[in-house]
């Protein structure tokens, strides 16, 4: 069982930058694919970066550039660097472990209750 908590979320103006964070609790961290998520009212949930447990990062093409995902093992969590914040970055962001690498929300068992992002333009 891994519990999920997420913070950094607010209020930034277009181009502006963030950092996210995902502490994590429970057993082996480590071994865990972790992964971010976003999703923006009325929308689907989708994928925005993943890192494997040995540090290997994968974006989606949207925030891919801008974005920066990674991992602090010995302090269990997940970060998630903004920059260059755009208004359709707006959503309420999740983070997320998983047993495999993917960019499929339903491969992940365990989720956090996600921090709001609003850009303003």
């Known amino acids: 069982q891994v519990q999920l908590v997420e913070s950094g979320g607010g209020l930034v103006q277009t181009g502006g930058s963030l950092r996210l964070s995902c502490v994590a609790s429970g057993r082996s961290f480590s071994s865990y694919a972790m992964g971010w998520f976003r999703q923006a009212p009325g929308k689907e949930r989708e994928f925005v970066a993943g890192i494997s447990w040995g540090g290997g990062t994968y974006y989606a093409d949207s925030v891919k550039g801008r974005f920066t995902i990674s991992r602090d093992n010995a302090k269990n969590t997940v970060y998630l660097q903004m920059n260059s914040l755009k208004p359709e970055d707006t959503a309420v962001y999740y983070c997320?472990?998983?047993?495999?690498?993917?960019?499929?929300?339903?491969?992940?068992?365990?989720w956090g209750q996600g921090t709001q992002v609003t850009v303003s333009s």
């Open positions: 997320a472990a998983s047993s495999i690498v993917s960019r499929a929300s339903s491969d992940y068992a365990y």
